[in-house]
């Protein structure tokens, strides 16, 4: 079914406008099946409404725009008739002319009424001058021709060229006469109002298929993210990579489906990569700590300094890795607080990770006296210290004489434990403990720093000598 078998009564209910967007409608497949429905199901009450006319009442004079007789051929973008418009009201419709669209011509038309309007002198009436000769007329203002109406219009519109050249002319008299504020604001939300509507009934097939690859593109980025992390979890095992994995894999089907989409909606990409080209240098200024958060935080994921859970010292803060995201790592310290560190911060910071051992060592100083036995103090220490419950086996305990003090032979003892916070400080506590309790129990001294100051003989009777006189020098300075 082609749109010339459509019947000629049922386009008559519709004025010209309204034909020229059921024709871009008919175009599409799904609009060609509505638009049939629409026309079908009012016009069942058509025929009786024909035949109750009287036949010799004269039929109405059409309104602006007119029904037409025959539809004109459409230009090669698609489009039949163009809005002719001052100050962004629409005021009529001009169809297509030989080797000219329908657009162009509109927009050569709108273009010589803005030149007119941008003027400071006053604007003379329209008026129409008919060339009886060539059959057509000529809508001039302030002795400049305006446009031309031409027998393809008149057959267009269904009128003689003079009535339709005139009807414009009382159009444009009508339009151009300068109105209040209210009737201008109404007329422009009137005229965007119907673009955005005549926009919308055009765009609707883009539209709708736009909204479906958005909704696709949400389905497969998730789908995608799934498998990603799963492939991870079997290959990595590293929570952190699967996170990296996840998240770039669904960011990167996102970027493919806008494309895409806004390829549906008619936008050409390389425009858009030149605006992005051009809008690229002020952007990267104004989010610049941004940006270099988010890269840092893709490089921390990718080289994995660290873990979520593990216990590390970043700057001066320490505490158990919570959460890392591509814009800020989340730590809680061991006192309770919640520390979000920025990954620029991070990045640029040394990083100590306490927990990337599963075990630590841990060092605990004790000195003895000079007068025990070093080797029997050493036995005494690593029979203690092995008998601590969450000390490894192995590697074995180990004690070394540190250093030879004033007063003390300091021992260092060095033991492995769980790498986790909790478990070495508690272990180390238990050790410490255990050691102080089995050298005394030995007998083996542990003495404390002692100082020993010795003062020659002739010094002391200086200092004496000198305290008795001053003294003396207080008693004869006190009045009786």
């Known amino acids: 079914m082609s749109w010339s078998d459509l019947d000629p009564k049922l386009l008559r209910r519709f004025n010209q406008r309204e034909v020229s967007i059921f024709q871009q409608i008919w175009r599409s497949r799904a609009g060609g099946v509505l638009l049939v429905v629409i026309l079908l199901l009012p016009a069942a009450g058509l025929p009786a409404q024909e035949e109750e006319a009287s036949p010799a009442e004269p039929a109405p004079a059409p309104a602006l725009p007119g029904p037409a007789p025959s539809l004109p051929e459409p230009a090669e973008d698609g489009i039949f008739f163009a809005d002719v418009l001052v100050r962004g009201q629409p005021v009529f419709q001009v169809g297509s002319l030989t080797g000219l669209s329908a657009r162009d011509r509109a927009q050569i038309i709108n273009r010589r009424i803005g030149g007119l309007l941008s003027q400071a002198q006053e604007l003379d009436a329209v008026t129409v001058q008919v060339d009886e000769g060539r059959q057509i007329a000529l809508l001039t203002v302030n002795n400049r021709v305006l446009m031309t109406v031409t027998q393809q219009d008149a057959t267009d519109f269904g009128l003689t060229v003079e009535e339709l050249a ?5 159009r444009l008299n009508q339009v151009l006469a300068q109105p209040n504020l209210v009737i201008d604001v109404l007329q422009r939300l009137d005229g965007t109002a119907r673009q955005l509507v005549d926009d919308t ?19 497969v980025a998730l789908g995608v993210r799934r498998v990603g992390r799963l492939w991870a979890e079997q290959t990595e095992g590293d929570r952190s990579t699967e996170i990296l994995i996840g998240r770039l894999c669904y960011g990167g089907v996102w970027v493919i489906g806008s494309i895409v989409a ?5 936008l050409d990409f390389t425009t858009l990569l030149g605006t992005l080209g051009l809008t690229s240098v002020a952007i990267g200024f104004s989010l610049k700590d941004v940006l270099s958060n988010y890269i840092s935080g893709v490089i921390l994921l990718a080289a994995r300094p660290f873990r979520i859970s593990d216990q590390v010292v970043i700057g001066n803060y320490e505490g158990t890795v919570v959460q890392i995201q591509l814009r800020a790592t989340t730590m809680r310290t061991y006192d309770g607080r919640l520390v979000y560190i920025p990954n620029q911060r991070v990045f640029q910071s040394s990083i100590v990770n306490n927990t990337d051992s599963p075990v630590r060592r841990s060092d605990v100083i004790v000195g003895i006296d000079y007068d025990d036995n070093i080797t029997t103090a050493r036995q005494v220490i ?13 590697p074995p305990p180990l004690i070394l004489v540190q250093e030879l003090a004033a ?19 508690q272990v180390t506590s238990a050790a410490s403990q255990a050691i102080k309790e089995a050298l005394q129990a030995a007998g ?18 200086d200092i004496v000598i000198a305290n008795a006189e001053a003294i003396a020098e207080k008693s004869e300075a006190r009045p009786e």
Do not use: H
């Open 444 to 461: 083996i001294d542990m003495p404390t720093e002692i100082y020993t100051l010795a003062f020659r003989d002739r010094a002391i009777a």
């Open 382 to 394: 690593a029979k203690a210290v092995t008998q601590i419950e969450g000390v490894e086996k192995t």
């Open 262 to 266: 806004l390829g549906v909606l008619g």
């Open 166 to 170: 005139q009807q414009w002319a009382d």
């Open 201 to 219: 009934i055009v765009l609707l097939p883009s539209l709708m298929g736009a909204i479906v690859l958005v909704g696709l593109t949400w389905i």
């Open 407 to 425: 007063s003390t032979v300091n021992l260092e003892v060095r033991f492995w434990v769980n790498s986790r916070r909790q478990s070495f400080l």
